[in-house]
C-alpha cells in the first residue's frame, strides 16, 4: 500500500511511519521543519524527506492513503492537491482504527496517567513475551517505536487522547478507536483552546464511554469523582469493572506495593502512579495475564520517558523531570515526589508552557497545585505567550493564582538557569523536580546532573 504523511516529522506521526515501513507499506512524506530524533530515525530507514517544504508534485493519484498531522495547516499545498485529486485522507487515529478493526482494541484514556498505564501494560506483556500491536506517547525502554502494527496480532493498545483528530477532523482523537476495552484514569479540565468549558470537556468522555462496543469493558478509577459519575451514570450495555489506588508504604525512599504475597518493592512511586498501576492491573488481567505474573513483571517497571523520570542522583541530593503541566498532574506529582523523600528541601520548577497554563483565566486552576514544594518556583516565557496569540499573563496574575507568598517566578531563561545552578546544598539533602512539557527557554537537562 502507497501511504503519505503530510507533516511526517511529529513524534506520533514519524512513529506511524515506521511502524507501516517494517509492515511494508510504501512510505513517502513531508515536512517544512523535522527534529530529532525524529530525523535520525526516518533517515535510518530511509524515509527522511530530500528537501524540508511542501510539494503538491509529491501527490499523485497512485497514493491509496494521505495521512494528515496536527502539523498540518487547511491550506497546506499538499493536502488541496490531494484534495483536488479526491484522494483518500485521512487523520492519524483514523488510519489507526482501519488497521486495527479486526482487532480487540484495549483504549485508554483520561486528563492523566494514560500514558503510564499503556506503558506499564505494555512492560508487562514485553516482560511475559506476549506480543500485541499499540500506540504510545512515550519511548519506551525495550521498545524501538511508540507504534506497532502486525496482521497477526490479537490485541491493540491504544493510548486514547482527546486531543483534535487532524485540522480537518475536530473529533477527539479516543472518539474514533471503538473500543473493546477501555479505561478512564482521571478527568481535570485541560485544552481549553478547544474545550472552552469544564462541562464541554467532561462531555468528551461520556462520548468515550458510548462508544466502548455493546458488551464491552469500562476500566474505571473510583478515587475521581467525576470518573465514577460518568461511568455509573452511562446506560451503554458494557461491564463496568473500578479500581482504586492500592495500599502502600515507603520506607527510606524506597516505595512498597502490598500484595497478596506480602509488601513488594517497586521502582515507580506516588499516590498517583500506584493508582495507575491499579488500572493496568485491571486491564492486563482482561487481557489474559492473571495477578501474579502481574506483580513479578510490573515490579521491574522503571516509568516512562519523562514521566517522574530521575536524571540525577548524588548522596541525598536527586534530580526528576516530568512532563506535568496541567494542575492535576502538577499538584499529584508534587505530593509524590515530597512524600518519596519527606526529610529532604523539595524545589519544584513549574514551566507554563501550554495554551491552557498560560491563559489568564485558566491560571486559577493552579491553586495549591504547589503546595507540598518548600520551595515552589514558576517559569514561563513572555515570548511563548505572544507565538501563542495569548493575552499576556502578568507577574502579579500568576502571584495570585498559586496563592503562595513564597512563589518564586521567573520570566528569563538564563535568569532561571542562573538561579537552579546557585542553589544551595541542604544538610539533608535536596529533591529538585522540573516539570514541563518544554525546556524552559533552553535548558539543557544533562547540565542538571552538574547540580547534585
Known sequence: MRTHFI??????????????????????????????PSRTRLESKGLLPVKTGWFPEKITTDIEAIILGMHAKADNP?????QEL?????????????QCKNKTRVVIGGSHGKTTI???????MHYHEIDVDYMVGAQLEGFDTMVRLTEENDFIVLEGDEYLSSPMDRRP????????????????????????????????????????????????????AEVKRVAETSANPIRKMLY???EYSVEDGVTYLETPEGAMPIEVFGEHNLNNLA???????????????????????????????????????????????????????TKAVKEQYPDRTLVACLELHTYSSLNAEF?????????????PVVFYSPDAVKIKQLEEVTYDQIAKAFNREDLIIYTNPDEFKEYLFSLKKQDKGTALLLMSSGNYGGLNFDEVKTLL
Not at 479526491?86 to 482501519?98: D, M, Q, R, V, W
Not at 499503556?118 to 508487562?124: A, D, G, N
Not at 482482561?286 to 536524571?311: C, H, Q
Request: glycine share 8%.
Open 363 to 375: 491560571l486559577k486552576e493552579y491553586e495549591g497545585a504547589l503546595s507540598s514544594a518548600d520551595i
Open 86 to 98: 479526491g484522494l483518500k485522507i485521512y487523520s492519524y487515529p483514523e488510519f489507526l482504527y482501519e
Open 173 to 224: 482523537k479516543f472518539h474514533l478507536y471503538q473500543p473493546n476495552i477501555a479505561l478512564i484514569s482521571g478527568i481535570a479540565w485541560d485544552h481549553i483552546n478547544v474545550f472552552p468549558t469544564y462541562e464541554n470537556y467532561v462531555e468528551q468522555f461520556e462520548i468515550f464511554v458510548e462508544q466502548i462496543t455493546k458488551g464491552g469493558i469500562l476500566v474505571y478509577n473510583e478515587d475521581d
Open 7 to 36: 507533516a511526517i516529522g511529529g513524534a506520533a506521526m514519524h512513529n506511524l511511519a515506521l511502524a507501516l515501513n517494517e509492515k511494508g507499506y510504501k512510505v513517502t512524506g513531508s515536512d517544512d521543519a523535522i527534529f530529532e
Open 78 to 82: 499538499e493536502l488541496l492537491k490531494a
Open 244 to 246: 482504586q489506588t492500592p
Open 118 to 124: 499503556t506503558s506499564m501494560i505494555l512492560h508487562v
Open 279 to 333: 488500572g493496568a492491573k485491571w486491564i492486563c488481567q482482561n487481557m489474559g495475564v492473571d495477578e501474579a505474573d502481574f506483580y513479578e513483571a510490573i515490579s521491574t517497571f522503571k516509568g516512562a520517558s519523562k514521566r517522574l523520570e530521575k536524571i540525577a542522583e548524588k548522596g541525598n541530593n536527586v534530580a526528576y523531570k516530568d512532563f506535568a503541566h496541567s494542575p492535576s498532574k502538577v499538584a499529584a506529582t
